[in-house]
Each structure stands twice: as structure tokens, then as C-alpha cells.
């Protein structure tokens, strides 16, 4: 970060990836080489995306830092800033201001099973921590991932979804809500497919991303399986302006998303207000 | 060091002060009190009433640019510059509550993690000129919260109307700076008919509410919406309390598109709108005013004093309470909250 937390690193956009009808994944290499060289986050960290002109948004940076030649942001297009992001093409410049928030905890995780439960675009920052962790495999124990969205045609990192299924020390499950012609994998809303599966809470720990119905439930399911609070982990998306905890949109209570989070622990969730 | 200065010389100070600073003080304009940007020969109004907008804007504008960014064409070659505050501020005839608001920006705008350079320099380069008051309004609750109607904290000199002038004492050394000006005089014995003053003007506020189980009593409400919903059933959403506060600090970044070139801008945005915390997704956490409320009263006498030793986000300067077109008073609330039982 600069020394003005609000002022971006210019950078180039490399590679743009279509993922569903409404999600594009956005490659970018910020544009001061010494800059770019020594940009290291965590994963589960978030960035600021400018388009210049228009505004700033919040993302996950959803590649992994073990992967160094890009940074990785997965864009749904919902609104102004995201609507211009999606007309970009590779070689447009943007701004970005990251890392920033907190992250998922790598070292605490080590030797753990971990059980990773996605929906729909909430698989990004799942993702980061998943890529981490296949390219440290041997630092953690059984991997299961699942992954659901309401179609085929919804699930994003469909180029990754082949190594993800066929990889024999990851345990990956793929659900969509409806059945649909040439499925092959489960048909059920996450958090019945979670109890279908039936992972063991024991030394392991959950992490989930999706809308907040989802987390919802599949919380739910968590604590039916017999997972301790302290082991189901999930980040949090809120409106963000500044992203370093002045603005006071992202407050839960005394918590900041964007600087307490947007990793918290469900035991830690249930202290704050309840405001998701 | 105490010194004493007519009312005729504090109109020359500022003038002189405008010469080579942005002063702002307040200026009776149709039909109310506001701070204006002071220019020889307009006329102070420092004790009619008190000003209806704080000096917030001294130290954090309403509107500022962060940045500009010049492209060639759209996203080719930006080029972006910081645009940080340049120049020194004085403010003059703000009451000691108006000043002491800032203090609540420092634990949030400074931290170990986070700088906010553009807060810092006006922080920095601005100095506060403040008037003790002498009629406390009915709206007035600087007592209750730490404060007083001569609180010198957050001032940099305070003055204390006696008879033609004021009795002016420095509370920094950039307060003793202003005292050196040759328009101050020696106070002599004036000091004792200021402390008179002041300790009146305490006693007519009367006794002060204890707020220290606030925090708490307000979290056990939390999750009791009749409550919040019953509280808020009068507001109209205007955000009235929060632009005339001289602690509200929550602002938004936009940018200002003008074609080949485009501004970043700051301004003073509005918890009890809306749109404040509506997510891209369409989910919006604080759906209702009532939980609006709850979260602006919240964190000014609950989440802040909780991760600020204790200190509530609210100066008393009662802002808040007197231009509310609803008539919401912000005392009763916090109140209701801490006589309420199960």
C-alpha cells in the first residue's frame, strides 16, 4: 500500500476471463515493475478496484500468492463500477489499492482437514485459499471442496473445474440446484449436499463463501455434523469505501469488515451484533 | 499566557488573519448562524445563537478532491495526482464543543495502521479560536459527555466574553502564537471575572447524566427492534443529525467524471440513508431506519467508547436534537435504552 491509503498503484489489465453471463475474471499486473515484484498478500485479502472516471469497488484478490505473475479478481456485474469493469478489455488501465483486511489464518490451518463450501461467485475467495493450498499440499491434511451454483452455467473457474475433479488428494463436489440435461455431478442445494456428504468435524475446519441465505444454512448444517464454532471460518462481503476502517460503512458493532475481516470465525460472528 | 482582546480588535485579528489564512467564522445568514469563510468587512455573529452547521468543515470538508487523474483516452495512460490540502486555517467564535469534535477524528483517522493525510495536514494546520459559552441552550449537553461549556480541549486559544472583550488563554503553543499579535492586551485582573463567567455557565446547565452504562445497555437492546422500531417511528430519514454533527466522520469517495479527466472526491455521507450500507448484491444489512438508528446511536455512545477508553463520539453540542425536523432527541433515546428492563 501507499503511504495515502487512497491512492492506487496504476495497473494493466492482462487477461480477461468470461466465466458466466454475468462474471468476468480480470488478470492485472500493476505497472511499477518494483511495485509489482513486492506486492505479497495473504490469502483472502481484498483490493480496491478503480476505474477512473467511474469509482471503486471491493474484491477479493482470488489468486493465490504462491502465484506471482498476475493478480486475480473475479467481477460480478451489478452495478456502475462493475458494468465499466466489464467492458474492459486487456491493456486498459486500472487503478488498485490492496492488500487490505485481514486473512484467512494458512499457518493455524496446517496439518488440519480442511472443508471448503462455495456458492455461486462466493467461490472467489475460496478459491485464493484453495490454489494456496494444493500448492502446499503436503502442509495440509484431506481436502474436500464443495462447490455449488444454480446452473452449469453459473459455476465460474469452469477452465479449473477438470483438475479440480480429477485431482486424487482433493475430494471435489460439484452441486447445482435444478437437474439439467448432461450433469454429471450432485443435483441439491449446498447445505443438503453438505450433510449428504457428511465430512468429520474431527481436526477439521470448514470455510465458506456464498450469499448470506447460504451461509445461513450451511452454518446450519455445520453445527448439525458436530463442527465447533472455532472451526468453521467464512468472509463477509459489506459495502466498502475506504478499506482501512474510516468510512464507517463496513461496521459490524466495534468490528470493521475491511479491517477486522472480512475473515471471521462463526465464534467470533456470534459475538458481534447481529447485523450480516 | 492570558491576554485580553476587545471585540473591536478580535473583527481585526480576523481581518488581519484572512490576509494570509482561509478563517472561517460564523456569519449571521438568511435568518440563521453559519461558518463562513471570513473576508474584511462582513459581519461576526459570535453570541446571538449557536452556529446551526459545526466547524467540522474546517478540519474535514464537506466535499474534497483526493486525487485527480488525466487519461489520454479512456483507460489509456492515467495519470493520477494527490491533490493533499495545502495552506493554514483559522477558525474563529466556534464554541468549545464545535472544536472539541475533532478529537473524536484522531483515534480514527490516525492510527498505528492508518494515516489519513488529507484529515492530518488540515488537522494540523488549523487553529481553533473558540468561545466559552455563557448561556448554555436547553439542547446543550456538552457536561454529560466529558465536557463543559469552557472546555479548553480541542481550542487552541479560548476566549471568555468579559464586558468589551475577551479574556483570550492559550491552550497550545500554536494558541500562544496567535496571543503574541500586538491587538491583545495585558488582561489583568479580567482573568478572575472570566473563571465567574465560565463556572456560571456551568452551573446553569445543571447536573450532568451519567452515560457510563450506555456501551452496555445499548447492546442488550440490540436485537429489540419494538425498541428501535418505537424510537424511530418520527425519523424521516433527512440525515439532518449527522451533516450538523460535529463528530460524524463517515464519508464516501466518488468520482467526479469531466471527460478526459476525472477528480476522486470525499464527501460527508449519511448513515441513516438507505443506500448507505446497500451491498451491489441488493442485500442491505441495515434495511430499515429503525436499524439505522440503532447503529448511529450505537456507535456514537456504544462501538466508539468501546474501542476508545471510554470516550463517547459525541461532543453535546445538541445539534442534532435542536434541527431535527422531527423533533428525535438523541438524549432520550440513550436514556430509554439505559432505564429500559426486561
Request: some cysteine; aromatic content about 8%.
Given at each position: ?249 463496513c461496521n459490524i458493532g466495534t468490528k470493521y469488515v475491511c479491517m477486522d475481516g472480512p475473515v471471521f470465525t462463526y465464534a467470533q ?8 | ?29 438568511c435568518g440563521t448562524v453559519t461558518f463562513r469563510r471570513f473576508l474584511p468587512g462582513m459581519v461576526l455573529d459570535l453570541h446571538s ?189 433527512c440525515g439532518a443529525c449527522t451533516y450538523m454533527c460535529p463528530t460524524c466522520y463517515c464519508f464516501n469517495i466518488t468520482d467526479d ?86
Amino acid at each position: 500500500m501507499n503511504a495515502n491509503p487512497y491512492l492506487p498503484d496504476m495497473a494493466t489489465i492482462v487477461e480477461v476471463i468470461q466465466e458466466t453471463h454475468n462474471i468476468k475474471t480480470f488478470r492485472i499486473v500493476i505497472n511499477n515493475e518494483e511495485r509489482m515484484a513486492a506486492f505479497t498478500f495473504r490469502p483472502g485479502q481484498v483490493g480496491q478496484l478503480s476505474v477512473f472516471g467511474v469509482g471503486e469497488s471491493t474484491f477479493v484478490i482470488n489468486s493465490s500468492p504462491t502465484r506471482k505473475d498476475y493478480l486475480q479478481f473475479s467481477v460480478m456485474r451489478v452495478g456502475e463500477v462493475t458494468t465499466r469493469l466489464h467492458q474492459l478489455q486487456p491493456g486498459d488501465q486500472i487503478g488498485v489499492r490492496a492488500p487490505l483486511g485481514n486473512s484467512f489464518p494458512v499457518e493455524d490451518l496446517k496439518g488440519k482437514n480442511i472443508v471448503f463450501v462455495g456458492g455461486g461467485i462466493g467461490m472467489a475467495p475460496l478459491r485464493t485459499l484453495f490454489t494456496y493450498m494444493l500448492d502446499n499440499r503436503k502442509d495440509y491434511g484431506d481436502i474436500t471442496l464443495l462447490y455449488g451454483a444454480r446452473s452449469p452455467a453459473d459455476l465460474t473457474y469452469k477452465a479449473e473445474l477438470p483438475e479440480w475433479t480429477e485431482r486424487k488428494d482433493v475430494n471435489t463436489v460439484l452441486t447445482i440446484d435444478n437437474p439439467f440435461d448432461g450433469w454429471e455431478h450432485k443435483v441439491g442445494l449446498i447445505p443438503n449436499v453438505l450433510l449428504e456428504i457428511n465430512p468429520s468435524p474431527k481436526n477439521t475446519v470448514a470455510i465458506t463463501c456464498g450469499p448470506p441465505i447460504m451461509i445461513k444454512f450451511t452454518l446450519q448444517a455445520l453445527k448439525k455434523l458436530g463442527f465447533e464454532d472455532e472451526n468453521i471460518l467464512t468472509t463477509l462481503e459489506k459495502r466498502m469505501k475506504c478499506g482501512v476502517g474510516i468510512c464507517g460503512r463496513c461496521n459490524i458493532g466495534t468490528k470493521y469488515v475491511c479491517m477486522d475481516g472480512p475473515v471471521f470465525t462463526y465464534a467470533q460472528l456470534k459475538e458481534l451484533p447481529s447485523e450480516l | 499566557m492570558e491576554r485580553f482582546i476587545t471585540k473591536e480588535n478580535l473583527i481585526r485579528l480576523a481581518e488581519e488573519l484572512s490576509a494570509t489564512c482561509r478563517v472561517l467564522a460564523p456569519v449571521a445568514s438568511c435568518g440563521t448562524v453559519t461558518f463562513r469563510r471570513f473576508l474584511p468587512g462582513m459581519v461576526l455573529d459570535l453570541h446571538s445563537r449557536m452556529a446551526a452547521v459545526s466547524p467540522k468543515a474546517a478540519t474535514f470538508p464537506q466535499t474534497e478532491t483526493l486525487l485527480t487523474v488525466k487519461r489520454e483516452i479512456p483507460e489509456k495512460k492515467p495519470e493520477i495526482t494527490e491533490t493533499l490540502p495545502e495552506g493554514k486555517s483559522v477558525v474563529i467564535g466556534c464554541r468549545p464543543c464545535g472544536a472539541r469534535g475533532k478529537l473524536i477524528f484522531n483515534p480514527v483517522y490516525e492510527t498505528d495502521k492508518t494515516k489519513d493525510p488529507y484529515y492530518i495536514q488540515r488537522r494540523d494546520n488549523t487553529v481553533f479560536i473558540s468561545l466559552a459559552c455563557d448561556r448554555p441552550e436547553t439542547t446543550c449537553f456538552c457536561h454529560s459527555v466529558g465536557s463543559g461549556p469552557a472546555d479548553p480541549d480541542g481550542s487552541d486559544v479560548l476566549l471568555t466574553l468579559v464586558g468589551e472583550g475577551y479574556v483570550a488563554r492559550s491552550v497550545t503553543p500554536a494558541g500562544e502564537d496567535v496571543l503574541k499579535s500586538a491587538l491583545f492586551t495585558d488582561a489583568g485582573d479580567k482573568g478572575k471575572e472570566a473563571d465567574a463567567k465560565n463556572a456560571k455557565a456551568r452551573e446553569m446547565m445543571g447536573e450532568a447524566h451519567d452515560y457510563v452504562s450506555a456501551p452496555a445497555k445499548l447492546l442488550a437492546r440490540f436485537d429489540d427492534m419494538d425498541f428501535w422500531a418505537a424510537q424511530s417511528a418520527k425519523c424521516i430519514s433527512c440525515g439532518a443529525c449527522t451533516y450538523m454533527c460535529p463528530t460524524c466522520y463517515c464519508f464516501n469517495i466518488t468520482d467526479d467524471d469531466l471527460g478526459l479527466e476525472s477528480r476522486r472526491i470525499r464527501t460527508w455521507d449519511n448513515c441513516m440513508s438507505h443506500t448507505f450500507t446497500l451491498e451491489g448484491s441488493g442485500h442491505n444489512p441495515r434495511p430499515t431506519k429503525a436499524h439505522r438508528l440503532k447503529n448511529r446511536v450505537g456507535h456514537k455512545f456504544s462501538y466508539y467508547p468501546d474501542l476508545h477508553g471510554g470516550v463517547m463520539a459525541c461532543c453535546g453540542c445538541g445539534r442534532c436534537i435542536k434541527q431535527c425536523p422531527a423533533g428525535i432527541d438523541i438524549r432520550q433515546i440513550v436514556k430509554a435504552a439505559q432505564e429500559y428492563s426486561e
